[in-house]
């Protein structure tokens, strides 16, 4: 994944910045910022690296999956797609898992530098971007913009997967603008990203029509347009095909999801997916960028409309995919919205920077200057009031501290020794049966469920699980923090699954972990 997206950027490096020409956008300043950009990119680079390795942290539940899957495929065996309560499947996250498996344990922490490394290129392929459709001022505006946003810096650390598929996208706007139309080079890049998240097969088949529709300045030829058309149609084509071999279902993925988001309460209406769009953009963006967003659209097609159509036509067509896919029954969680999120950095960029493409001296330019250190002020000022980056910290120590903590847990002496005897290893819930499995190198996750899953299975007149736990087992137990990090965290976390049953015998005992058996 950030192989993918480092490509685009180096792709996007090489080409020379277009020269100003007779029209407005002979305002435009490009100067000689290429040199400084490239050693501002290498800086940032360096701090990420220097980052990583003081702040070590592990995946988050679907990356761990990913790299569960990828292991299973690299060891020939067949992934299991049906595990309780399992994310959906992401075809290049499970291409990349397999690539950091073959680094053993440590392939855990590589699936995080790359999901840094992705953050990295979108850095650097947003100022890329911003700079093609506006000057190198709106381009650097844009950069810090994301380089400031917390939320995703965040997500990053913990390796999700979206960040990979944000700079794909953004790879992808920005080969646009360099050549508008130019077909596979921007579908192959949606379609790396459609591996990823299914929204991108939306803005993928909306890019095929604004290159395969006849214009009076386009006339693609049959064999072009069906060959576009392949490239576009890879990505659902190859998800479908991985489900079908998997599980025996093509949709499998699609109805396992929407069954999911119905038994965690992630589902709702479309009045409440609307507004959730307010909601979840202030806590990416926050409110000031959300404001300069707003504003800069209109701001951004007035001063250069052309320049303005591959991201303002990006940035529509992911929030239509993702109020429709939330209409549907989808999850809607805020994540899905960080592709149309990240592109309204653009534009709140040019909120601040865009004045630098007016005359200088005119009234107009002033004006807007003005109103920008007005909207970067009030910006600085509810950071400082709402930004702790204790508590940022402290979160990243708590993924660190909770993963070795379980590590340090399940290869105890003690707990080894019961595990033997009784192999059979139980959790609260859902949240730490990856991280157990990766920890102890298993070829399937039979002999690791969820306390939950077995209340659940009882509910329903079904006793089996909930035999087997009685009949022997070792049992995990957070305590601490980690109790609301990893036992009570979704709708069906029972406080009772925290509790050890009658008959089982404290063995170990940490910070954040006991453990407990029922071995006779």
């Given at each position: ?432 049966i990856p991280d157990a499995r990766w920890i102890l190198n298993t070829v399937s996750q039979k002999n690791i469920v969820a306390r939950s899953e077995a209340r659940a299975d009882v509910e329903h007149h079904k006793h089996s699980l909930a035999n087997r736990l009685r009949a022997g087992s070792v049992a995990v137990f957070p305590l601490g923090a980690a109790v609301f990090f990893e036992a009570i ?32």
């Amino acid at each position: 994944m950030p192989f993918a997206a480092g490509a685009l950027l180096m792709h996007s490096a090489t080409l020379e910045s277009p020269r100003p020409g007779a029209t407005l956008l002979a305002r435009l300043r490009y100067g000689d910022s290429g040199t400084w950009a490239r050693l501002a990119f290498a800086v940032m680079c360096a701090l990420a690296l220097v980052g990583y390795f003081a702040y070590p942290t592990y995946p988050t539940y679907d990356s761990f999956y990913a790299l569960l899957w990828g292991r299973d495929v690299l060891h020939l065996h067949m992934p299991d797609f049906h595990v309780y309560r399992g994310p959906t499947e992401h075809p290049l996250a499970i291409a990349f898992g397999a690539l950091c498996s073959l680094f053993g344990q440590g392939g855990a922490r590589l699936m995080v530098l790359g999901s840094i490394a992705s953050f990295a290129a979108a850095v650097g392929l947003l100022y890329r971007l911003g700079r093609l459709c506006f000057g190198p001022l709106v381009g650097l505006g844009a950069a810090l913009l994301l380089l400031t946003r917390f939320f995703l810096e965040n997500l990053a650390a913990q390796g999700y997967l979206d960040i990979s598929y944000i700079a794909l996208i953004i790879g992808a706007v920005t080969l646009e603008v360099e050549r508008p139309r130019r077909g596979p080079p921007v579908l192959i890049a949606l379609a790396a990203a459609g591996l990823l998240r299914p929204e991108a097969w939306v803005l993928s088949g909306a890019y095929w029509l604004w290159c395969a529709v006849p214009t009076h300045t386009n006339r693609p030829t049959a064999r072009r347009s069906a060959q576009l058309l392949a490239i576009a149609l890879s990505a659902p084509v190859l998800w479908s095909l991985v489900d079908a071999i998997v599980t025996g279902s093509a949709t499998y993925s699609l109805h396992s999801t929407a069954g999911l988001a119905a038994e965690l309460e992630r589902t709702q209406g479309l009045t409440n997916v609307v507004a959730s769009v307010w909601t979840y953009g202030v806590r990416i963006d926050k409110l000031p960028v959300l404001l300069g967003g707003v504003i800069g659209v209109p701001l951004a097609v007035w001063l250069a409309p052309r320049q303005t159509r591959a991201p303002l036509g990006a940035f529509v067509v992911l929030l239509a995919a993702y109020l429709l896919e939330g209409a549907a029954g989808a999850s809607v969680i805020d994540r899905y919205l960080l592709g149309a999120s990240t592109l309204l950095l653009l534009f709140c960029a040019v909120a601040i920077g865009g004045w630098a493409m007016l005359e200088p001296g005119s009234a107009l330019r002033r004006t807007w200057m003005v109103g920008a250190i007005a909207l970067v002020a009030f910006g600085v000022s509810t950071a400082a009031s709402t930004v702790s980056l204790t508590s940022l910290r402290t979160t990243l120590a708590y993924h660190e501290d909770f993963h070795k903590g379980l590590a340090t847990a399940l290869s105890n002496r003690a707990v080894k020794r019961e595990l033997r005897h009784c192999p059979l290893l139980s959790l609260p819930n859902n949240k730490l049966i990856p991280d157990a499995r990766w920890i102890l190198n298993t070829v399937s996750q039979k002999n690791i469920v969820a306390r939950s899953e077995a209340r659940a299975d009882v509910e329903h007149h079904k006793h089996s699980l909930a035999n087997r736990l009685r009949a022997g087992s070792v049992a995990v137990f957070p305590l601490g923090a980690a109790v609301f990090f990893e036992a009570i965290v979704d709708v069906g976390d029972n406080p009772r699954d925290q509790v050890p049953p009658p008959g089982y015998r404290r063995i170990y005992t940490s910070r954040y972990y006991a453990v407990y058996a029922n071995c006779s």
